[in-house]
């Protein structure tokens, strides 16, 4: 039954870090681009309405995210110094992530394309560091 719940938390936080930076690299590379083809008015509009759509996703994933990282940090003893000081980096990097997700639900947010393309860049540096993690412990 343990590794059961192991699994499940595993596959729950990997699959809503992919929900995350997935949405944020898509919404930066793919759908500013495709908005850029609309008239200017209704460009800002469907992008307003597309980062709205987005945000429910991403508070589900960022609770997925707390929820299985809480849980995998309390299972998992042993780590060592350079293990917690990564680790640190990864959630300040995670931080950054999450509150980019929520300030691009804003409507008329010029920089959002920006944050998004911070946020995606931040996302990859977390895909980075767990793979190191993984690989140390």
């Known amino acids: 039954m343990a590794d059961a719940i192991y699994v499940l938390m595993r596959w729950l936080h990997i699959s809503s870090a ?3 930076v997935g949405g944020m690299i898509s919404g930066r590379w793919v759908m500013t681009r495709a908005a850029n083809a609309l008239a200017p008015d209704a460009r800002e509009t469907f992008l307003d309405r597309a980062a709205a759509l987005y945000q429910p996703l991403a508070f589900a994933a960022m ?3 707390l929820v299985s990282g ?8 042993g ?3 350079l293990y917690h000081a990564l680790l640190g980096v990864k959630l300040l990097l995670a931080m950054h992530v999450f509150s980019v997700a929520i300030l691009i639900g804003r409507p008329h947010n010029p920089r959002r394309p920006r944050m998004m393309a911070g946020a995606a860049i931040s996302g990859l540096a977390i895909i980075a560091i767990a793979a190191y993690l993984r690989h140390i412990f």
Not at 70 to 77: E, G
């Open 63 to 65: 609770g997925a995210l």
């Open 79 to 81: 780590h060592t110094a």
């Open 18 to 20: 992919v929900t995350l």
């Open 70 to 77: 809480i849980y995998n940090i309390l299972t998992i003893p």
